[in-house]
């Protein structure tokens, strides 16, 4: 069971980058808690919590394969003002530790957090596989977005 600080630390991590795209929240948290608990509670979802001296500062979702090991990173946060320290990349170094089963890994992130593009890529060594927008949207999200437009890439790493 995830603690309601886990969803709360992270909608508010969500948030900051989607009022500063958009000015505003849509209607609701993002993501929204519907959302948030289909993730958390899909099969072989796993959460995670980011530790620095044993205090919270982010978490993870992921759902590994135990099949194919082929594991996504569903969520990824860190807690609103841990930005800029490292702590991404080393808690992103863990989960990698944490699972070295793992073939490929797979994640997603809107179009507009230039930031995350540049950690998933430069800092991680993931690769843009997809570009999703209107002539091509994502057919793992099939619904609206949480979002004003539903702009974003998938990045793929094989280990």
């Not at 540049?118 to 609206?144: E, L, Q, W």
């Amino acid at each position: 069971m995830i603690s309601r600080s886990f969803k709360r630390e992270l909608q508010e991590a969500f948030a900051v980058a989607v009022i500063n795209e958009y000015g505003e929240l849509p209607d609701g948290p993002i993501p929204y808690d519907g959302d948030l608990n289909s993730s958390i509670n899909a099969p072989g979802a796993v959460a995670l919590r980011i530790l620095l001296d044993g205090k919270n500062v982010g978490g993870a979702v992921v759902t590994i394969d135990q099949q194919t090991h082929h594991n996504t990173l569903d969520l990824f946060f860190l807690n609103v003002g841990k930005h800029g320290q490292g702590l991404g990349y080393k808690a992103w170094l863990a989960i990698e530790a944490r699972y070295p089963e793992t073939v490929r890994w797979r994640t997603h992130t809107p179009y507009f957090e230039k930031r995350n593009i540049h950690f998933y890529v430069n800092k991680c060594g993931f690769k843009i596989i997809s570009f999703f927008n209107a002539k091509h949207p994502d057919p793992h999200r099939p619904g609206p977005s949480d979002l004003p437009d539903d702009e974003g890439f998938l990045f793929e790493k094989v280990m």
